[in-house]
């Protein structure tokens, strides 16, 4: 009878551990994708290397974290489904405004602060997770790998905390620096149109 209750609460808490294991992974499917995107749009060659290392990381992840749920075994099959990202989203209104009036740049420090979010997310969700592991007594070769995977997300929102204000200044400035320019030369084309028209009124 104990030993029943041994088997039933060890594969409850197998099946558990296989749920939350594809939790994470219908999460890391997302940020494939989203990565991909933020690959194919960001402006900024080491935000992108960045991104394109992470990228590869989530990829392997994903591996990880399939290959445990199918060693666990408990029937169920590693997900293909997305989970939804944790982005802030803006009132609708507000949201459109900013999209349609925002430049590359903009966007691009936008974007580079929802990075850090996600990062920052899925760290608390792997962190989270571990401590459910543990508690679960849930088999160590799972948690151990759950913690290559936090240690992934960690170092990459270190960077992106580090590093996204002083590309943000660089591409602020930058920007700031072309508006300047753009309307000496706007300037200097009116008055060099001026003094033509000066000119030929006078012939
Ligand atoms: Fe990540």
Known sequence: MSRQLDDNSYSSANAIAVA??????????????????????????????????????????????????????????????????????????LKMMIESSSSDKEREVWESLNDLIIERAEAIMYRGGIQALQLLKADKKTIKELDKCLKEEEAFGDWLEKNNPKVAKRLMTTQIEDKKQGKKKMRKTTQEEKEEAVSAAAV
Request: with cysteine; glycine share 6%; aromatic share 2%.
């Open 20 to 93: 939350g294991l594809n939790l994470a992974l219908s999460f890391e499917n997302a940020s494939v994708e989203r990565l991909e995107k933020r690959l194919s749009e960001c402006i900024v060659p080491e935000v992108k290397q960045k991104i394109l290392h992470h990228l590869d990381q989530t990829k392997k992840q994903q591996e990880r974290l399939r290959e445990r749920i199918r060693v666990l075994g408990t029937g169920m099959t590693p997900t293909s489904e997305k989970g939804r990202l944790a982005i802030p989203e803006p009132p609708h209104k």
